[in-house]
């Protein structure tokens, strides 16, 4: 029965990439693994327990295979609310439609009853345990109480997870905590920012390689700091060609999962959830509907898919497709498999996602010890983790001019590089604080850097926000992108959780291109000044 379950459970998700071609469900073999040890013990707590425990897939799986049939995405925690809160009019909904979903009940139940009868056929044969009963009821307990100490950004739904996975979650999330949480889009009233506006023009690039970095400060890279240890010295040999640029960028979050689906959908304002939920702006979107093939690859597991346009992606690799490999090779492999991309043919829209400079920054160049050159002036932690980060900055300094090298040898006219990183980080200074997560300066500023063939770009003479490098690429996909709420010398840095109340810092960009940061405040807070000054 262990190799039976996993087997019916995810054979929806399988039909479903039959049936709707934009879902893509990445292989996740650790999590088929837990659901075979799953069943075998469930096999052995009882018929009662095996029925009540179909019986709760059941009710989660037609909720979310629902979801996923009418919005194209996983159901996220709060979502679940709106369910039970709005349920006679997804009802009526479900009837009217129902010749075009009439599939999603039998998917939901039919596996499970298939399960339920193939125990009641064997349930003689098995061994009855207790150690089953409490197997079970320790797997199901595991997400509600980590539910209790972590955020709601641990527990959104990515597009390529199994769906009974993302059930789980969501639903366990909910449970404990989402009942009488509110979603950011009950805070924000409807059409109280103003839709962009894109326009297409002719002048698209051919190629697009687009490489976001996890954990780099603009500050810890000497290419912008000199007061550091020379630890991009390879990067700074570009320095005279005029096709590269570089400069310091403020990042549009302080977490990875609020930065990339604020980048990849070119959300600027606060609580503006709508442009992470319609894709109307997104960069996976715009190029694919302007001819290119579109690539992600992410030293990262595919946690960091969510809502950053997977049904517009062609191919993608996560840390999941080749642990092995991204274990022992990192940032390396991302090198090889963008090399072994065929980028001279058509129009391609290429991203890279690093994994390094996370902590532990030790271990991002521990397969690289030529990169362990600067060594901690004393035993302290401030002296340990700079210089750790640092060593790690000189590995990315490598693979980056690696990247730029090759994308050079391509020779494809009119095509651009870039990067980028995700937020910055806090390494003691000035506080004592370290990691990220926190709406500082410290986190948030990060490096831009550019190799462009093609058409001279105006870049702003000191910050460009992510939002700006969002639309640059946007630009060279195709697009201009025109946004009525703000000028463009205001943006935003957001806080952690996007779907809940959260706080973020307004930044204003002055004449003489330096920066003004107002002190953190809420959505709630922001929300309500601006519907009394209207």
Not at 318 to 347: A, I, M, V
Not at 379 to 397: G, K, M, Q, T, V
Not at 417 to 422: A, G, K, R, V
Not at 464 to 481: C, P, Q
Request: aromatic share 16%.
């Amino acid at each position: 029965m262990g190799v039976l379950f996993p087997l019916f459970v995810l054979l929806p998700d399988y039909i479903f990439q039959l049936i709707y071609p934009n879902v893509h469900y990445l292989t996740d073999v650790v999590f088929i693994l837990v659901i075979a040890v799953f069943g075998f013990f469930l096999s052995m707590s009882g018929i009662w327990m095996y029925i009540l425990c179909c019986g709760l897939f059941i009710f989660m799986q037609l909720i979310q295979l629902g979801h996923i049939a009418y919005f194209s995405r996983p159901i996220n925690p709060l979502d679940i609310g709106k369910v039970f809160n709005e349920f006679s009019d997804i009802y009526s909904a479900s009837v009217t439609d129902i010749d075009d979903f009439w599939f999603i009940p039998l998917m939901a139940i039919l596996p499970f009853l298939i399960l339920i009868i193939l125990e009641f056929k064997w349930r003689k044969k098995l061994y009855f345990s207790v150690v089953g009963i409490l197997a079970v009821i320790i797997f199901l307990g595991v997400k509600p109480e980590r539910a209790t100490r972590r955020g709601l950004h641990h527990f959104l739904p990515p597009e390529t997870r199994y769906s009974i996975h993302n059930s789980i979650n969501s639903f366990s999330f909910y449970l404990v905590r989402g009942m009488d949480k509110k979603n950011i889009r009950d805070i924000v009233p409807n059409n109280f920012y103003k839709s962009y506006v894109v326009e297409k023009h002719d002048n698209s690039s051919n190629l697009v390689i687009f490489v976001m970095g996890e954990s780099t400060s603009a500050e810890k890279m000497h290419i912008f700091n000199n007061d550091v240890n020379p630890d991009t010295p390879l990067l700074e040999k570009f320095i005279p060609d005029t096709h590269f640029y570089y400069q310091k960028a403020v990042s549009g979050g302080v977490s990875t999962h609020a930065s990339l689906p604020i980048f990849f959908n070119l959300m600027k304002e606060p609580g503006n959830i709508n442009k992470l939920l319609s894709y109307d702006t997104n960069l996976f979107k715009l190029a694919k509907e302007n001819g290119y093939k579109t690539y992600f690859l992410s030293a990262y597991d595919m946690k960091q898919l969510n809502l950053i346009g997977v049904p517009y992606i062609d191919e993608m690799v996560t840390s999941e497709s080749n642990p092995r490999r991204f274990k022992t090779e990192k940032e390396d492999y991302l090198l090889d498999l963008l090399k072994s991309l065929d980028l001279k043919q058509g129009k391609n829209f290429v991203v890279l996602n690093f994994r390094s400079v996370h902590s532990p920054y030790e271990k991002n160049y521990e397969h690289h010890q030529e990169f362990n050159v600067f060594a901690p002036q004393n035993e302290s932690r401030f002296a340990e983790e700079n210089a750790a980060y640092e060593n790690s900055i000189l590995y990315i300094d490598s693979v980056l001019a690696q990247m730029i090298e090759y994308f050079k040898s391509l020779n494809v006219e009119n095509s651009q590089f870039i990067f980028t990183s995700d937020h910055a980080e806090m390494l003691g200074i000035p506080d004592g604080r370290y990691g990220h997560n926190q709406l500082l300066k410290q986190a948030m500023i990060v490096p831009f850097i550019m190799y462009n063939i093609g058409t001279k770009t105006i870049l702003p003479k000191d910050y460009i926000s992510h939002y700006e490098i969002a639309k640059l690429i946007a630009f060279y996909l195709g697009y201009d992108v025109k946004n009525p709420n703000f000028a463009e010398d205001d943006f935003f840095v957001h806080g952690n959780n996007l779907f809940e109340e959260y706080q973020f810092l307004q930044i204003h960009r002055n004449e003489d291109n330096t920066i003004n940061i107002d002190k953190p405040q809420t959505i709630g807070t922001y929300i309500r000044q601006k519907t009394k000054k209207h």
